[in-house]
């Protein structure tokens, strides 16, 4: 479905399949690469957020990830493989980083790295692939089920029905309903990627 409209000439979206918009990628659309980008790029931060990375080395390492996804997509043998790959190749560079603040005090260097994951950890990697997976989830949903969501699982504390209910322009007695119907959409949609 995704990959026929590659081939129709309709602009790449971050909602295609990976293996459409890599195919695009490798024929040369700018436009493929924006939305692989777009598509990945809460999962590479997530990694650099996990490493606790000050901002302007987060953009930098973001940055030097891309161009190792640039350099290196026409040599991924399994495109089905790209999610994992993504949050390896940001964790590799996440520990490298770690590794060049050896030479900082002792005692800022055991603050910084204390409880940081290791590049190489497989569940570590298994579960920032799986919350990759859930993301890709949510954005399949429409865009209220979408805000409903992240209201409702992802702030913290989460938002009181009422709260939700008025910024979403609903009657509070509805969010229930509509946020067991969200969950039945997102849990289909998470089956269609593999969750």
Same mark, same amino acid.
């Given at each position: 479905m995704v =990959?026929?409209?590659?081939?129709?000439?309709?602009t790449?979206?971050?909602? @295609?399949?990976?293996?459409a918009?890599?195919?695009a990628?490798?024929?040369g659309d700018?436009?493929?690469?924006v939305?692989l980008?777009e598509k990945?790029?809460?999962?590479i931060?997530?990694?650099?957020m996990?490493?606790?990375?000050? *901002?302007q080395d987060?953009?930098?390492?973001?940055?030097?990830?891309?161009?190792?996804?640039?350099?290196?997509?026409g040599?991924?043998?399994e495109?089905g493989? %790209?999610?994992? @790959?993504l949050?390896?190749?940001?964790a590799?560079?996440?520990?490298?980083?770690?590794r060049?603040g050896?030479?900082?005090?002792e005692?800022?260097l055991?603050?910084?790295?204390?409880?940081?994951?290791?590049?190489?950890?497989?569940? @570590?990697?298994?579960?920032?692939e !799986?919350?990759?997976?859930? !993301?890709?989830?949510?954005?399949?949903?429409?865009?209220?089920?979408?805000?409903?969501v992240?209201m409702?699982f992802?702030?913290?504390?989460?938002?009181?029905?009422?709260?939700?209910?008025r *910024? =979403?322009?609903?009657a509070?007695?509805?969010i229930?309903?509509?946020?067991?119907?969200?969950?039945?959409? %997102?849990a289909?949609?998470?089956?269609?990627v593999?969750?």
């Open positions: =990959l026929a409209a590659a081939v129709s000439g309709k790449p979206t971050a909602q @295609w399949e990976d293996a918009l890599v195919e990628c490798l024929a700018e436009r493929a690469w939305a980008i990945y790029k809460r999962l931060y997530s990694v650099l996990k490493y606790r990375m000050p *901002e987060a953009a930098d390492v973001f940055q030097a990830v891309c161009l190792d996804l640039y350099t290196e997509l040599q991924l043998r495109v493989a %790209l999610r994992g @790959w949050a390896r190749v940001a590799n560079k996440c520990f490298h980083w770690r060049r050896i030479n900082r005090p005692e800022e055991d603050e910084k790295v204390h409880g940081l994951p290791e590049a190489g950890d497989p569940e @570590w990697l298994q579960a920032l !799986r919350e990759q997976v859930v !993301r890709e989830g949510i954005d399949r949903l429409s865009p209220r089920c979408q805000e409903l992240r409702l992802f702030e913290d504390p989460p938002r009181p029905y009422e709260d939700v209910a *910024e =979403l322009g609903l509070t007695g509805s229930g309903f509509i946020r067991g119907r969200c969950l039945e959409k %997102l289909a949609a998470l089956e269609e593999g969750l």
